[in-house]
């Protein structure tokens, strides 16, 4: 297929010469057309090819990038808390029980100690009630006060006969509270209750409780004691007992006034 081309003279006439171009055939064209669509098509294959080769590689690409750099993440939970082991200091005292006469005769207010022999459960320590009275499992209410140690020991192991084959019992004084005496007065170095030991004189007394002050009286100082409801006044020479030695026995409930 040809297309034909007329030149014209410079003259405005016709030429007799004719160019003759080659046309190319329709079918040349689409297939021209159809290998330009092919190409555009790869360039997209292409492009979309790299892109997934872009996703793929950036995870590794960017954990590269992050070797060094700190990562937010969730706190580390706290180290455990090394306990120490407790000292000898921290561990609470025994219950020591306090050295009283045999005949010690036991009083409301104070603390002793029930110990049966391999029955735990009726072993315990415990004060005396206002009262006079204990409390022991399954034994309730039994009188205490007014009883020695050994008497009260005697009550309960006939008491608990009923529940344990030859009960095995000791009773023991840990602390004296219903033998106290008071001290009044500005003379005296501690003023107060006092606990009162067996065979304890006023010398003692006044000597357990700090002892007397510069400005104390000491021809001055007298005992209050209550006797059958009544309340008796008896004076003490604090300076001639030291000369002499003449002193005399505290009754638990004494008041003494130092003035």
Known sequence: MYLTLWKHSPRGGVSSHLDRIPVPPASENVRVRRLKRIGSDMKNDL???LSISLLLAGPPMFAQ???????LSAPPPPPPVAIAPKSPDAVPPAKVNVAVDPTYVIGPEDSINVNVWKEPNFTSSLPVRPDGMITLPLLGDIPAAGRTPAQLAADLTELLKKYITDPNVTV???AINSKRVYFYGEGIGKPGPLTLTPAMTILQAIDSAGGLSAYANKKKIYVLRDVQG???RIPFDYGKALKTGDSFLLLPGDMIVVP
């Open 172 to 174: 023991s004084v840990l």
């Open 65 to 71: 990038e992050s070797i060094g750099k700190p990562i």
């Open 47 to 49: 492009c979309a090819l």
């Open 230 to 232: 009544k309340r008796q």
